[in-house]
């Protein structure tokens, strides 16, 4: 047991886009989370962990996850379920997410619902509006995370250099042959 709770939303857009794969292939569902599986380089009791509400930790695996499933599915699952499996999966930018899964599976971007008021901007005419949690998370994800791992993988090599550096490691020092260690009179 992980201690992460049972992610509902995530779980729901899984169960969804599972049945439609399943209907439209006529294969269970361990055999759908195995081909998943293979195509993520991953194994299927990963994916069939992940379908029961425990979303991929990476962002990267939900994209590829979600690409995979639009490519079962037959392009059945529109921008609004991929932008609902992003959220729920904890994507930190969503709207990007869904820019490049709809580039890798060829599908064009979605276009307003509601024609524009005359003189208004398109979203195509501008950058994407970024909502204040995505802008939230970018922050945290550029201010804290990457600084903080940084900050570990320089800690480690500082150590990994003064543990191997002959000048300041008596472990790695060799001694000239003939010579014995003598004990210290002082």
Same mark, same amino acid.
């Given at each position: 047991? $992980? ?23 006529? #294969? ?6 195995? %081909? ?15 379908? %029961? ?19 079962? &599915?037959? !392009? ?6 991929? %932008?609902?499996? !992003? ?8 709207? %990007? ?11 064009? @971007? &979605? ?45 480690? #090599? ?12 008596? #472990? ?8 014995? @260690? $003598? &004990?210290?009179?002082?």
């Amino acid at each position: 047991m $992980t201690g992460r709770s049972i992610n509902e939303p995530f779980k729901a857009c899984c169960d969804e886009a599972f049945s439609i794969v399943k209907g439209i292939h006529k #294969l269970n569902y361990p055999i759908i989370s195995d %081909r998943i599986g293979e195509e993520l380089d991953v194994p299927g009791t990963t994916i069939e962990y992940w379908k %029961r509400g425990n979303p991929p930790r990476e962002w990267q695996q939900l994209e590829e996850m979600v690409v995979v499933l639009i490519q079962l &599915a037959g !392009l059945r699952l529109d921008d609004d379920w991929v %932008r609902n499996f !992003l959220r729920a999966g904890n994507h930190p930018f969503v709207e %990007r997410g869904l820019t490049r899964v709809n580039e890798r599976v060829g599908r064009p @971007q &979605a276009q307003p619902s509601t024609p524009l008021a005359l003189g208004a901007q398109s979203p195509a005419d501008g950058p994407h509006p970024i909502s204040e949690a995505e802008r939230s998370n970018e922050e945290h994800v550029t201010y804290v995370v990457i600084p903080r791992h940084l900050f570990i993988l320089s800690l480690v #090599l500082h150590l990994f250099l003064l543990l191997t550096h002959p000048m300041f490691s008596p #472990l790695f020092r060799r001694k000239p042959e003939g010579q014995t @260690q $003598t &004990a210290r009179t002082d």
